[in-house]
């Protein structure tokens, strides 16, 4: 397994913008880059939800719910994936996770992200 670390969360207004970062500062960087990778977010209470996909062709795929403001991208070489989130609403409110694709019975940390009316 590779060691995932998120970072970037905040506090932010309504209408702001948020990029996160998840880093594998460990991980050798073929392994880094040989499997999909993901975002996800979960509230206190509900299931974590997938918020976007990045796979190991290059293709993005992002949740409907966040679908034309949350862009998903990653720096193959210096090991981070990032989820850039813009025009930020109360509802986007969740701690995020990063994760990749064979891994997903271990979660890190998570970053929280609040976002106030």
């Known amino acids: 397994q590779v060691r995932l670390v998120e970072s970037g969360g905040g506090l932010v207004q309504a209408g702001g913008s948020l990029k996160l970062s998840c880093s594998a500062p460990r991980a050798i960087t073929s392994v880094f880059n040989q499997r999909d990778m993901y975002w996800y977010r979960q509230i206190p209470g509900k299931e974590r939800e997938l918020v976007a996909t990045f796979t190991t062709a290059g293709r993005t795929i992002i949740a409907d719910s966040v679908k034309g403001r949350f862009t998903i991208s990653r720096d193959s070489s210096r090991k981070i994936l990032y989820l850039q989130m813009n025009n930020l609403k109360p509802e986007d409110t969740a701690v995020y996770y990063c994760?990749?694709?064979?891994?997903?019975?271990?979660w890190g940390q998570g970053t929280q992200v609040t976002v106030s009316s």
């Open positions: 994760n990749r694709d064979g891994q997903l019975d271990s």
